[in-house]
């Protein structure tokens, strides 16, 4: 079992240039439309209440926040660490054009420029799957993604369908993954697939890949 035991806030960055120093090719993006749940899913995942400030004010925060996350894994007693990334929600409606330029800038240059990203978690609201604006993020993703790089979907707010609906979603999209932050479903789930992405070299080493 692999779990998360400690997340810090480190730093806030308006944009890539402003990003930590670093060669490690550690980071876990988290990226949705504002509301969509992304910083519930990091409370919950990191069990730590307050660490992304879930907002009354949907699109507020247009900087990126950074954390830095201490994986265990108890079968070997191995501590990990990796930074989570959490990008401003995008596609908000209530704010002025220029802004929302630059502001979106930021995030296509983030995501197509730092090489540090190992995984793109792409966050959608379970009840809403095929808006316009998150087909358009998935095919950005799909563009700019590098070969050393992956994409995970996961549908957030799971608790508010029911289980025909679930499974109509699950059909429908066979790779995403489907959490409830608020009834703590499918965070282990969450967490070891992440960690496995974020060491898959050394599992093809192992021939755990096998
Ligand atoms: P963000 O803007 O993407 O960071 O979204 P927040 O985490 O701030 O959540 C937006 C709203 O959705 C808040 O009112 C949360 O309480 C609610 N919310 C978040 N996750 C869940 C969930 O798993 N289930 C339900 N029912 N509501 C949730």
Redesign the pocket.
């Known amino acids: 079992m692999v779990e998360i035991v400690d997340a810090k806030f480190i730093t806030s960055a308006p944009n890539i240039d402003a990003a930590p120093d670093t060669d490690e090719q550690n980071e876990v993006v988290f990226m949705?439309?504002?509301?969509?749940?992304?910083?519930?899913?990091?409370?919950?995942l990191t069990n730590h209440k307050g660490l992304?400030?879930?907002?009354s004010t949907?699109?507020k925060t247009r900087l990126i926040n950074y954390f830095d996350v201490t994986f265990l894994d108890r079968d070997s007693s191995q501590k990990s660490t990796a930074k989570f990334v959490d990008l401003p929600?995008f596609g908000y409606a209530k704010v002025s054009k220029s802004i929302k330029y630059d502001w979106e800038k930021n995030l296509t240059d983030y995501i197509s420029q730092r090489e540090q990203i190992k995984l793109f978690i792409h966050?959608v609201d379970c009840r809403h799957p095929d808006l316009d604006i998150d087909t358009s993020v998935s095919e950005f993703l799909f563009d700019n993604c590098a070969p050393n790089q992956y994409i995970l979907q996961i549908f957030?707010?799971?608790?508010?369908l029911n289980q025909k609906e679930q499974s109509a979603l699950r059909k429908k999209f066979p790779n995403a993954m489907m959490?409830?932050?608020?009834?703590k479903r499918g965070m282990q789930k969450a967490i070891k697939v992440i960690y496995d992405i974020l060491h898959e070299d050394e599992q093809e080493q192992e021939g755990i890949d096998d």
Request: proline letters at 3%.
């Open positions: 949705a439309r504002s509301n969509v749940g992304k910083s519930s899913l990091l409370n919950a992304a400030k879930v907002s949907p699109g929600g966050l957030t707010k799971v608790d508010k959490v409830s932050s608020s009834k």
